[in-house]
């Protein structure tokens, strides 16, 4: 069974820096683009960025290059978001998701979200 | 590519037919549209890829179609656990594979 298990909820305050985690399993983990998704409180899905763990080749949308860095340890089949000095304004649920194999693909499996919290 | 969804809400009874709209700025490659429905306190679960394919587990309900530019998602009888918010994605075109802002489907 393919999972996606992502870390728990954060709460950090402003200036602070935060990895996020994404564990995959029941499948070849770094065959598959991993993605990032956010959803700010009560709004739609932004697409942020993808990963592909077998060679680390690293995608963002122009919204965020510069504002976080998508990573992965192919060999704990994890992929990782982190930010290095968070604002208030990137509190929202961050979810990962699988992606296609050859290309960026659509997203057939999704972790449960991780929530972040920033606030002074 | 930016997608607009319409209408923002829909409100229908069960048993009713749903028709979602995603309209696409510009062509969207080899139609690679998808489709995902998300319930409150969910993560996001696919329905549609490639504009008209329904993902593993998914009801025949539950259809797309359209190309290029216009694309259509419909419930042809609305279930309760039918009742959500449905977002579009095209897939096509980076950098940023860009989502609808969505459609929410609530009970009438």
């Known amino acids: 069974e393919v999972q996606l298990v992502q870390s728990g909820a954060e709460v950090k305050k402003p200036g602070e820096s935060l990895k996020i985690s994404c564990k995959g399993s029941g499948y070849s983990f770094t065959i598959y683009w991993i993605g990032w998704v956010r959803q700010m409180p009560g709004k739609g899905l932004e697409w942020m960025g993808i990963i592909y763990p077998g060679d680390s080749d690293t995608r963002y949308s122009p919204s965020f290059q510069g504002q976080v860095t998508i990573s992965a340890d192919r060999s704990i089949n994890t992929a990782y978001l982190q930010w290095s000095s968070l604002k208030a304004s990137d509190t929202a649920i961050y979810y990962c998701?699988?992606?296609?194999?050859?290309?960026?693909?659509?997203?057939?499996?999704w972790g449960q979200g991780s929530l972040v919290t920033v606030s002074s | 590519i930016v997608l607009t969804q319409s209408p923002g809400t829909l409100s229908l009874s069960p048993g009713e037919r749903a028709t979602l709209s995603c309209r696409a700025s510009q062509s969207v490659n080899s139609n690679y549209l998808a489709w995902y429905q998300q319930k409150p306190g969910q993560a996001p679960r696919l329905l549609i890829y490639?504009?008209?394919s329904r993902a593993t587990g998914i009801p025949d309900r539950f259809s797309g179609s359209g190309s290029g530019t216009d694309f259509t998602l419909t419930i042809s009888r609305l279930e309760p656990e039918d009742f959500a918010m449905y977002f579009c994605?095209?897939?096509?075109?980076?950098?940023?594979?860009?989502f609808g802002g969505g459609t929410k489907v609530e009970i009438k």
């Open positions: 490639g504009a008209s």
């Open positions: 994605q095209q897939y096509g075109t980076s950098p940023a594979l860009t």
């Open positions: 998701a699988r992606g296609g194999r050859r290309d960026f693909g659509y997203f057939d499996y």
